[in-house]
């Protein structure tokens, strides 16, 4: 059911972090103005194969910071008759 008083609620909200957004956290900011949450790993391992990582962080001269993501993966050679790990990277 819609409640104009959550809507002006809102509205004040707003303005106020448009005003001062420097006294809210990262995370209050994010979660009012609307934000994406990605869980990456900030390096590989063999635990984190498959998983999400973080390729390369680029930033702008405004503040801004770009974010590109790649996937854990594991190289493996051949020791003997068997394949091993030899080391894991994001791609």
Request: hydrophobic share 40%; net charge positive; proline share 2%.
């Amino acid at each position: 059911m819609f409640n104009p008083t959550n809507r002006i609620i809102m509205k004040k909200l707003k303005k106020f972090v448009l005003n001062d957004a420097r006294v809210l956290s990262r995370e209050e900011l994010a979660s009012i103005e609307g934000a994406l949450t990605v869980n990456a790993a900030d390096y590989c391992t063999m635990a984190t194969n498959g998983q999400a990582c973080v390729y390369y962080i680029g930033y702008d001269g405004s503040g801004h910071s770009m974010l590109i993501l790649g996937v854990c993966r594991v190289s493996y050679k051949q020791d003997g008759k068997y394949l091993v790990p030899d080391y894991v990277y994001c791609v």
